[in-house]
C-alpha cells in the first residue's frame, strides 16, 4: 500500500491492527471465604504479545463493576490495566479502552463476563469446595483485534514503537498467580483456526453448490410440466375434439343422432301441450 499523508494528519491506504487480550481469572478462597468473599478474582486487559507496551497506544482504561462494590467505577491510567477484587458473584463488567490523545480515535467499550464457577459445576452441591480447588483458577479470556483505519500519522508510528523494547516498564501483572495464568496465543494456534475455519468454509460452499443444482433440476422439471399443461389447456380451448368427424360421419363432427355430445332426439309421438287446444266434443287419447 502507498502510504501517503492527508491533511488532517492521518495515513491514507493504511490498516494497523492491535490485538488485546481482556478477562479474568478467579481463585476459590476456600476456609477463608465467607458468605460474601468467596472469590478473588482479577479483572484486566492485556497485549497477547508480552513485549507490546501498552502504554503506547492507551490513555487509560475504566472498569465499571457491579454497583454493589465500593468505587464501582475504577480508571487506571498505566499499565497493567486491571482490577482485583473479592465477591461471591458473577456479574457482566463494561470495560473502556481510551486511546491517546494524539490517536483522535473513539473510545473502545468491551463487556466480559466475570465467572467464579466452572463450567462443569455439579448441579446437586451448593458448597464449592466440594468440586473447588483454591489453587485452580477459573480462567475466561477473550482474544480480539482493534483496527485502526487510516490511523494518525503520529499514532500510527507509536503503534510500531510499541513492539521495540524488548523489556516492558512495568510488570504485566501484579498479581503473580494470574500471571502464572495467561494464555499465550502464538502463530501455529492461528493457522490451525484458519485452517480449520477454511475447511468448514469450503464444506458450506459445496452444500450450498448441491443445493443449487438439485434445486436447477427441479425448477427445469416444474418447467417442463407447466409447459405440457399449457399445450392441453390451449388444446381443449381450441376444440381439441376436431378430427373426429370422420368417425363420426360428418365432416362437422356433428353427432348425426343428435348434438356434439348431446342426448339423441327422441322418436317418441309428440304429445300434445296442455295449452293445446282440442276440437270441440273429442277428449284427448290417453294410454
Known sequence: ???????DGRVNNTTTCLPIAYGSVAFYLGKKADEYHTHRWTLYVRSPNQTFDLSKAISKVVFQLHPSFAQPTRELVEPPFEVTETGWGEFEASIRIIWKEEADERSTILT??????????????????AYMDTTVPVVAEKYDEVVFTNPKAGFHKSLLDGHKKKN??????NEQSVLEHFRTYGDEEDVKAM???KNFLEGE?????????????????????LAEAKELEAAA??????????????ASGGNPKGGAGGKPKSKS?????????LPSGKKPKTG
Open 205 to 225: 460452499l459445496r452444500n450450498v453448490k448441491d443445493r443449487l443444482l438439485r434445486a436447477d433440476s427441479e425448477l427445469d422439471e416444474v418447467k417442463h410440466a
Open 168 to 173: 516492558l516498564p512495568y510488570p504485566l501483572s
Open 237 to 250: 380451448a381450441g376444440g381439441g375434439v376436431v378430427g373426429r368427424g370422420t368417425e363420426c360421419g360428418g
Open 112 to 129: 466480559h463476563g466475570i465467572r467464579l464457577y466452572p463450567n462443569k459445576a455439579p448441579a446437586t452441591s451448593a458448597d464449592p469446595s
Open 1 to 7: 500500500n502507498n502510504m501517503t499523508a492527508t491533511n
Open 269 to 277: 309421438k309428440k304429445k300434445m301441450s296442455a295449452s293445446e287446444s
Open 195 to 197: 485452517l480449520s475455519a
